[in-house]
């Protein structure tokens, strides 16, 4: 059974830096045929895909282009485990930010997630 | 960017009845089509991919159909735990996959 545990602040000030990270059991961040993704959700957004990486022989980076300026997904295979950094947020960016898995299968879906981690932005 | 357009908004159905969920896509999404629950406080819940594929666990009155544009989820039989937010999602246009804003089933 997979399951994502996330850790990181709940509230970052403007202009600074949101670091999330998302560790897993049950799978690996390395793994061949998997992905592993950052979403939020928001009153005003909805849900919103945001980054993902995955291991295909190298590492694959992929952004969301309303934030790509701004983000950072970093995958730690010691920690079998892997992070979000959203730079220079703004009150916009409050919202309830989930980790989740795209299963083997070469299709953009979600199967596994995490607990969602509520980050406000505000001073 | 494909836009994802749920209706209604808000479905109020009793127990026993059958839900009908629609959402529509700006442009074809072939059978590009996910639906996901999502309860209060909780993450979403994969039901249905590849638009009419029942997801590992999950009960056979949930079913999904259509293809291109338009897309329907059906709750057979509705129990207590059905009633949550719906969100339907495209992954066509990967990796800028889109949602659409949910429907609300609630009780009657």
């Known amino acids: 059974q997979v399951q994502l545990q996330q850790s990181g602040p709940g509230l970052v000030k403007p202009s600074q830096t949101l670091s999330l990270t998302c560790a897993i059991s049950?799978?690996?961040?390395?793994?061949?045929?998997?992905?592993w993704n950052w979403i939020r959700q928001s009153p005003l957004r909805g849900l919103e895909w945001l980054a993902r990486?995955?291991?295909?022989?190298?590492?694959?980076?992929d952004y969301a282009e309303s934030v790509k300026s701004r983000i950072t997904v970093n995958p730690d295979t010691s920690k079998n485990q892997f992070s979000l950094q959203l730079n220079s947020v703004t009150p916009e960016d409050t919202a309830v930010y989930y980790c989740?898995?795209?299963?083997?299968?070469?299709?953009?879906?979600?199967?596994?997630w995490g607990q969602g981690t509520l980050v406000t932005v505000s001073s | 960017e494909i836009v994802m357009t749920q209706s209604p908004a808000t479905l109020s159905a009793s127990p026993g009845e059958r839900a009908t969920l629609s959402c529509r896509a700006s442009?074809?999404?072939?059978?590009?089509l996910v639906w996901y629950q999502q309860k209060p406080g909780q993450a979403p819940r994969l039901l249905i991919h590849?638009?009419?594929t029942r997801a590992t666990g999950i009960p056979a009155r949930f079913s999904g159909s259509g293809s291109g544009t338009e897309f329907t989820l059906t709750i057979s039989s509705l129990q207590s735990e059905d009633f949550a937010v719906y969100y339907c999602?495209?992954?066509?246009?990967?990796?800028?996959?889109?949602f659409g804003q949910g429907t609300r089933l609630e009780i009657k």
């Open positions: 049950g799978d690996s961040v390395s793994s061949n045929t998997a992905a």
């Open positions: 442009q074809s999404v072939s059978s590009n």
């Open positions: 999602q495209q992954y066509t246009t990967w990796p800028s996959i889109t």
């Open positions: 590849a638009a009419s």
């Open positions: 989740a898995r795209d299963p083997p299968g070469g299709s953009t879906i979600f199967d596994y």
């Open positions: 990486t995955y291991y295909r022989s190298r590492w694959y980076y």
